[in-house]
């Protein structure tokens, strides 16, 4: 019969609705609160000193609100207010130097998009198919545009030693500080002293009121509340560059310096939070890719488990080290399906099977999983995280 | 039929046309932030004595450590005092805080033991961690001594030096840790990249495939918020392998598991302004404690229901010697007993694990006490 939704007078349709000065700074609607950064608490010691996941499942396009970006802090988030905002550049320069905030907002400026993964990302995955939502297997994922100065600009006003055998050592304001060392020669690449992402201030969570972005590197390298660039002439080989953020090979022997994030993608939608409801016929298969070596070209889709794939569609060309929204508009006849996505970037690198990668790390490396992972979509279009032979 | 075809046809021209003039429109307008000649002359010098407080961290060849030393002795006291909360007398960790002991020779196990004795290839790099970052909750209140101590105490701890062992700035490039030799380089150009920029297989790529293994936690996500997760009892039996043809069969949906039941807890409305402030003294305590909704002991015991509750009560925590006698005495926590023992931790309760060194103002213990009391069983 008709559809009582069309055919009655609905409240909204009658009553007003909400005034504008209800929600000056506007949340989602409520039925979208399911969409949400989880956390698994079981995971780390301390939700402090822990790691929360981007609902990835329920987000389409590549930008992330920063609102549901996922989050990582050494000893938790800190409100650090840009009047008490210092940055100082000291080491081997001509001139140490501080800024203040507002100081920064007078260097000329870019804007740029890039995705920051943590290295963990995927990481509970090489001993096997363990998390069973692309949230939790490859959340630790956000992808923003961000305004900010450029490194290099602030090297050359401290005048800064930048022979490519120097190093700079970068450490945030918050309690576990997090010192990381950036070889001399990305420091004046691409690397960003952002203080805006996505158009906004930076969220508490995301370093405000000032982080560093380091286009495709491993997000531990992109230090939040920024307060200290040091030149040095050698790696300070931090704790979380040593006895983290290494990665152990299976005779024990560990890689260091691991700082590119490889070429990756992931089906977002089907996958075990977002199931097929609406049985047969048209579907669209959707997902993410992205590659810390430049642009992705190119996704391959396949349906059987890596026997036959089909080349994706970009939602649009791929910015250099941000997210690339893919899709497969395809049609489904409601047979169980092993759904895999693999990236292709410009170098021409070819994301890996989970066996090549451990064929050539073993299964304790912990950090840098990229993977290709599989979706078991069974008739009633429910998805499952497996493995397959 | 044939004029929606010719409609159709006209309309994809139509689009065409509108795309290619907005096309020409668009020129490359984006270019990088200049760069000058000289410098802008933004910002001011830093002060010898701000860089001083600010470029505290240490290099492998011990390059920016202060003088000073310390031995394992007074380190084990100091480490009892301000680190075994969390990481245990023996830094052998406690709960999901990391181990810093012991774990030789088992980074190629089925799970490594990655500690400061088994893994670390500097020592600088625990000497700098522990004095920037550390304890947990009060980084940066360790002298450099302490550090000094501490840092012997965790050699001694593993078996690297003995119990007369003095660490000082003299001798601490002298020594080698144990997993020095451990680390390549990232040689994933040479070793992956090489062989796997190669054009990529589409069709008959395999012959079968078959699940291998399914997801070991079916995740649950509580309306307040994180993620339980529940072991998954499926098997991989019953599941259709793959051919190019499709799946050999389509299988029976298998029940889904029930999910988890989350309890509710109780409050009590105080002030908000008071429990606000409350809230804020509080994140000085979290790093230890829980309270609240699904509150949990961690390094301390969980504080729901605080107020009334005899001391050293919690169930399944580890209380030190000093609140186990205060239970037989069968104290009890009110109000005035939680604002002394929290303007000096030590002091009220000589002995106690908690490694916090109080509250100075007293309105920050009425907000936290406050605070504390709303929260009931």
Same mark, same amino acid.
């Given at each position: 019969g008709a559809d009582p939704l069309i055919t009655e007078l609905q409240d909204w349709a009658s009553y007003t609705g909400a005034g504008v000065d209800e929600t000056p700074y506007g949340m989602p609607i409520s039925f979208e609160s399911h969409v949400v950064r989880r956390n698994v608490e079981w995971l780390t010691a301390s939700p402090i000193s822990s790691i929360n996941f981007t609902p990835i499942h329920a987000l389409d396009g590549t930008i992330t609100p920063q609102g549901c970006a996922f989050e990582r802090h050494h000893s938790g988030a800190i409100e650090l207010r840009k009047e008490d905002y210092r940055l100082m550049i000291n080491g081997l320069v001509d001139r140490p130097l501080v800024f203040t905030y507002e100081d920064l907002e007078r260097f000329p400026r870019e804007n740029h998009v890039y995705f920051c993964e943590c290295a963990a990302n995927t990481g509970m995955e090489w001993a096997g198919a363990q998390l069973n939502g692309v949230q939790f297997t490859h959340g630790m994922i956000h992808n923003m545009e961000y305004t900010g100065v450029p490194l290099r600009t602030l090297l050359r006003e401290a005048g800064a030693d930048i022979a490519l055998d120097k190093w700079v050592y970068v450490e945030g304001a918050d309690a576990s500080s997090n010192g990381r060392s950036i070889p001399m020669e990305k420091a004046l690449d691409d690397v960003l002293v952002a203080f805006k992402a996505n158009g906004e201030a930076l969220r508490m969570e995301h370093g405000y009121p000032v982080?560093?972005?380091?286009?495709?590197?491993?997000?531990?390298?992109?230090?939040?509340?920024?307060?200290?660039?040091?030149?040095?002439?050698?790696?300070?080989?931090?704790?979380?560059?040593?006895?983290k953020y290494t990665d152990v090979y299976a005779d024990g022997t560990a890689r260091k310096w691991t700082w590119v994030m490889d070429a990756k993608s992931v089906i977002t939608t089907p996958s075990p939070q977002m199931p097929i409801t609406h049985g047969p016929g048209p579907l669209v298969i959707s997902g993410l890719a992205w590659s810390g070596h430049g642009q992705i070209t190119r996704v391959d889709v396949s349906k059987d488990g890596g026997i036959t794939w089909e080349t994706a569609r970009l939602g649009k060309q791929g910015d250099t080290k941000a997210l690339t929204r893919f899709y497969l508009d395809t049609e489904w006849d409601g047979a169980p399906m092993l759904l895999q996505a693999r990236a292709m970037d410009e170098t021409g690198y070819v994301q890996p099977t989970k066996e090549q990668l451990r064929d050539q790390r073993g299964e304790n490396a912990v950090y840098h999983n990229n993977c290709i992972q599989t979706w078991y979509v069974n008739a009633e279009g429910i998805a499952e995280n497996v493995e397959v032979s | 039929a044939s004029v929606e075809a010719q409609r159709a046809a006209e309309l994809e021209l139509k689009i065409a046309e509108v795309q290619a003039a907005a096309s020409q429109r668009v020129? +490359?307008?984006?270019?990088?932030? &200049?760069?000058?000649?000289?410098?802008? *002359?933004?910002?001011?010098?830093?002060?010898?004595?701000?860089?001083?407080?600010?470029?505290?961290?240490?290099?492998?060849?011990?390059?920016?450590?202060?003088?000073? *030393?310390?031995?394992?002795?007074?380190?084990? /006291?100091?480490?009892?005092?301000?680190?075994?909360?969390?990481?245990?007398?023996?830094?052998?960790?406690?709960?999901?805080?990391?181990?810093?002991?012991?774990?030789?020779?088992?980074? @190629?196990? /089925?799970?490594?033991?990655?500690?400061?004795?088994?893994?670390? &290839?500097?020592?600088?790099?625990?000497?700098?961690?522990?004095?920037?970052?550390?304890?947990?909750?009060?980084?940066?209140?360790?002298?450099?001594?302490?550090?000094?101590?501490?840092?012997?105490?965790?050699?001694?701890?593993?078996?690297?030096?003995?119990?007369?062992?003095?660490?000082?700035?003299?001798?601490?490039?002298?020594?080698?840790?144990?997993?020095?030799?451990?680390? $390549?380089?990232?040689d994933r150009p040479e070793q992956e990249y090489a062989a796997w920029r190669a054009e990529p297989c589409m069709e008959n790529c395999k012959d079968e495939v078959q699940v291998t293994m399914r997801s070991v936690f079916l995740v649950d996500t509580p309306p307040e918020?994180?993620?339980?997760?529940?072991?998954?009892?499926?098997?991989?039996?019953?599941?259709?392998?793959?051919?190019?043809?499709?799946?050999?069969?389509? &299988?029976?949906?298998?029940? !889904?598991?029930?999910?988890?039941?989350? !309890?509710? @807890?109780?409050?009590? &409305?105080?002030?908000?302004?008071?429990? #606000?402030?409350? #809230?804020?003294?509080?994140?000085?305590?979290?790093?230890?404690?829980?309270? %609240?909704?699904?509150?949990?002991?961690? +390094?301390?015991?969980?504080?729901?229901?605080?107020?009334?509750?005899?001391?050293?009560?919690?169930? %399944?925590?580890?209380?030190? +010697?000093?609140?186990?006698?205060?239970?037989?005495?069968?104290?009890?926590?009110?109000?005035?007993?939680?604002?002394?023992?929290?303007?000096?931790?030590? $002091?009220?309760?000589?002995?106690?694990?908690?490694?916090?060194?109080?509250?100075?103002?007293?309105?920050?213990?009425?907000?936290? $006490? @406050?605070?504390?009391k709303s929260y009931g069983e």
């Amino acid at each position: 019969g008709a559809d009582p939704l069309i055919t009655e007078l609905q409240d909204w349709a009658s009553y007003t609705g909400a005034g504008v000065d209800e929600t000056p700074y506007g949340m989602p609607i409520s039925f979208e609160s399911h969409v949400v950064r989880r956390n698994v608490e079981w995971l780390t010691a301390s939700p402090i000193s822990s790691i929360n996941f981007t609902p990835i499942h329920a987000l389409d396009g590549t930008i992330t609100p920063q609102g549901c970006a996922f989050e990582r802090h050494h000893s938790g988030a800190i409100e650090l207010r840009k009047e008490d905002y210092r940055l100082m550049i000291n080491g081997l320069v001509d001139r140490p130097l501080v800024f203040t905030y507002e100081d920064l907002e007078r260097f000329p400026r870019e804007n740029h998009v890039y995705f920051c993964e943590c290295a963990a990302n995927t990481g509970m995955e090489w001993a096997g198919a363990q998390l069973n939502g692309v949230q939790f297997t490859h959340g630790m994922i956000h992808n923003m545009e961000y305004t900010g100065v450029p490194l290099r600009t602030l090297l050359r006003e401290a005048g800064a030693d930048i022979a490519l055998d120097k190093w700079v050592y970068v450490e945030g304001a918050d309690a576990s500080s997090n010192g990381r060392s950036i070889p001399m020669e990305k420091a004046l690449d691409d690397v960003l002293v952002a203080f805006k992402a996505n158009g906004e201030a930076l969220r508490m969570e995301h370093g405000y009121p000032v982080r560093l972005v380091v286009p495709g590197w491993e997000g531990n390298m992109w230090v939040k509340w920024l307060r200290r660039v040091e030149v040095t002439d050698m790696a300070v080989e931090s704790r979380e560059e040593t006895s983290k953020y290494t990665d152990v090979y299976a005779d024990g022997t560990a890689r260091k310096w691991t700082w590119v994030m490889d070429a990756k993608s992931v089906i977002t939608t089907p996958s075990p939070q977002m199931p097929i409801t609406h049985g047969p016929g048209p579907l669209v298969i959707s997902g993410l890719a992205w590659s810390g070596h430049g642009q992705i070209t190119r996704v391959d889709v396949s349906k059987d488990g890596g026997i036959t794939w089909e080349t994706a569609r970009l939602g649009k060309q791929g910015d250099t080290k941000a997210l690339t929204r893919f899709y497969l508009d395809t049609e489904w006849d409601g047979a169980p399906m092993l759904l895999q996505a693999r990236a292709m970037d410009e170098t021409g690198y070819v994301q890996p099977t989970k066996e090549q990668l451990r064929d050539q790390r073993g299964e304790n490396a912990v950090y840098h999983n990229n993977c290709i992972q599989t979706w078991y979509v069974n008739a009633e279009g429910i998805a499952e995280n497996v493995e397959v032979s | 039929a044939s004029v929606e075809a010719q409609r159709a046809a006209e309309l994809e021209l139509k689009i065409a046309e509108v795309q290619a003039a907005a096309s020409q429109r668009v020129a +490359s307008l984006t270019a990088p932030a &200049p760069a000058v000649e000289g410098t802008y *002359g933004i910002g001011r010098p830093a002060l010898d004595e701000e860089v001083a407080a600010w470029d505290v961290d240490v290099l492998p060849d011990g390059r920016g450590l202060p003088a000073g *030393g310390g031995d394992v002795f007074t380190g084990e /006291e100091v480490f009892a005092e301000k680190c075994a909360s969390c990481h245990g007398d023996f830094a052998e960790g406690v709960d999901n805080w990391p181990v810093l002991a012991g774990g030789f020779d088992t980074l @190629a196990d /089925e799970d490594p033991v990655k500690t400061v004795g088994s893994y670390w &290839p500097y020592l600088s790099t625990a000497w700098d961690y522990i004095h920037r970052s550390m304890p947990f909750g009060e980084a940066g209140t360790l002298t450099a001594d302490e550090t000094y101590a501490i840092v012997a105490y965790i050699l001694y701890s593993n078996d690297l030096v003995d119990d007369n062992f003095e660490l000082t700035r003299e001798n601490f490039a002298d020594f080698n840790m144990y997993n020095m030799d451990g680390f $390549t380089v990232d040689d994933r150009p040479e070793q992956e990249y090489a062989a796997w920029r190669a054009e990529p297989c589409m069709e008959n790529c395999k012959d079968e495939v078959q699940v291998t293994m399914r997801s070991v936690f079916l995740v649950d996500t509580p309306p307040e918020g994180g993620s339980d997760s529940v072991m998954n009892p499926a098997s991989i039996d019953g599941l259709p392998s793959f051919t190019a043809a499709g799946p050999s069969f389509i &299988p029976e949906a298998a029940p !889904k598991p029930a999910p988890v039941v989350q !309890k509710a @807890a109780v409050t009590q &409305p105080a002030a908000p302004d008071l429990m #606000e402030a409350g #809230e804020k003294v509080f994140k000085k305590c979290k790093a230890c404690h829980q309270v %609240g909704e699904g509150a949990k002991n961690r +390094s301390g015991p969980h504080l729901n229901g605080l107020i009334g509750r005899t001391m050293g009560s919690v169930d %399944g925590f580890a209380y030190s +010697s000093v609140f186990a006698a205060a239970l037989d005495e069968g104290r009890i926590w009110d109000e005035a007993a939680l604002a002394e023992f929290l303007a000096k931790p030590k $002091t009220y309760m000589k002995g106690t694990k908690m490694s916090f060194s109080g509250l100075k103002k007293d309105e920050d213990l009425a907000a936290i $006490t @406050a605070y504390l009391k709303s929260y009931g069983e």
